[in-house]
Nanobody, 119 residues
Framework: QVHLVESGGGLVQPGGSLRLSCAASGNIFSINTMGWYRQAPGKERELVATITSIGFINYVDSVKGRFTISRDYAKNTVYLQMNNLKAEDTAVYYC?????????????WGNGTPVTVSS
């Protein structure tokens, strides 16, 4: 069984910063990709940023230069530093991991942490 614990969401003013964390635990052999997705009201879930086991990073264009994804491989934890937040960043942010457990491959989601950018 795999567990993802997300933290760091909240209310912030435009231009402010937040740091999201997601810690994975359980019977995990290896994690290939860790990442963050978001879903705004009335919209589909979209990729925000991902980081692979060898450090390859991908961002959606709208967050490039403002968000930074990082990973603590020893702690199976992924972070998302979000700077210069805009109203359009308001969404529920979901952590995702893809890897291997004793039961086979996994593509696992967290429960989500809300981020609201408003004055």
């Amino acid at each position: 069984q795999v567990h993802l614990v997300e933290s760091g969401g909240g209310l912030v003013q435009p231009g402010g910063s937040l740091r999201l964390s997601c810690a994975a635990s359980g019977n995990i052999f290896s994690i290939n990709t860790m990442g963050w997705y978001r879903q705004a009201p009335g919209k589909e879930r979209e990729l925000v940023a991902t980081i692979t086991s060898i450090g390859f990073i991908n961002y959606v264009d709208s967050v490039k230069g403002r968000f930074t994804i990082s990973r603590d491989y020893a702690k199976n934890t992924v972070y998302l530093q979000m700077n210069n937040l805009k109203a359009e960043d308001t969404a529920v942010y979901y952590c995702n991991i893809r890897g291997l457990t004793s039961s086979g491959s996994i593509d696992h989601w967290g429960n989500g942490t809300p981020v609201t950018v408003s004055s």
